[in-house]
């Protein structure tokens, strides 16, 4: 007889099922943390819930930002890990887990120390043993693209550092997805078999060249040897309150209001 995938019930299976989620938001908390680009641990949490049941299981985010993930993983009584190149996001992370942000943890499960590593994810097999992690939950940097100002709400540059080893200063959209797959390549190696990996993503446009990062990610994870699962739409809109009319009269152009979660699946 097959095991269960997970404790949800059948109701939340089915909210879950859908390939267009709406119910994402940052909390108070995340809202007041100095990240450009943080994504919400809501988020982190849903896919936990969905591909993981046991306490213990390992929860790896080879960019870890600020921890959203990891804050996901103690939560849920899951062992979270993170590697993160940005000194400053990795003091964040390490006691953001277990500090008071708002939320209201339950009592009655066992919590799991995060563990985080300030340093390139190109090396996470020096921190994160071969087949040891249950599920990846992470979001690259979307090319260079915090360093553009906003077009569509005219948000301000702030990018992730001022590293050269940050994949968010790659200037080159062929040399950024290579090296996303050096990371991507060692990820596959410290997954599990059976596992999968989810992955937040948005396309691009810089003026009149579109770059749909969600495809081009695809192409590479399956040239490492994870198979394409599922696209799910992270509908992002209620978030944007100053859309402007892009291009108007001249060139119609789309605001992009949505990411793609890449579900990947190492067999």
């Not at 209201?104 to 097999?125: G, W």
């Not at 994949?167 to 991507?184: H, M, P, R, S, W």
Request: proline residues 4%.
């Amino acid at each position: 007889m097959a095991s269960k995938m997970n404790n949800l019930s059948g109701k939340e299976w089915l909210q879950n099922s859908f390939t267009i989620w709406r119910d994402i938001a940052k909390t108070n908390g995340e809202r007041k943390l100095k990240h450009p680009a943080m994504f919400p641990s809501q988020l982190a949490e849903k896919l936990i819930n969905i591909y993981t049941k046991d306490p213990g299981e390992v929860i790896l985010d080879p960019f870890l930002g600020i921890g959203s993930t990891l804050l996901a993983a103690y939560r849920t009584g899951r062992k979270g890990i993170g590697i993160e190149l940005n000194k400053d996001y990795c003091k964040i992370a390490k006691t953001r887990a277990t500090e008071y942000q708002g939320e209201i943890f339950e009592t009655n499960i066992e919590r799991f120390a995060p563990e985080v590593y300030c340093a390139d994810s190109r090396n996470l097999l020096k921190y994160v043993k071969p087949e040891s992690v249950d599920l990846v939950v992470t979001s690259p940097p979307y090319w260079d693209i915090l360093n553009m100002k906003r077009s569509a709400d005219s948000k301000e540059i702030r990018n992730y550092s001022d590293s050269k080893k940050d994949l968010g200063n790659i200037n080159d959209y062929e040399a950024y997805l290579q090296d996303l797959k050096a990371v991507f390549e060692k990820v596959y190696v410290a997954l599990k078999p059976n596992k999968r990996c989810c992955s937040v993503v948005m396309d691009i446009r810089k003026k009149d060249k579109f770059y749909p990062l969600h495809e081009d990610q695809t192409r590479i994870m399956k040239e490492i040897g994870f198979e394409i699962e599922e696209y799910v739409i992270w509908d992002r809109q209620k978030e944007y309150n100053n859309m402007k009319t892009l291009g108007y009269p001249y060139v119609f152009r789309f605001n992009k209001v949505h990411e793609f979660v890449c579900i990947y699946w190492k067999r």
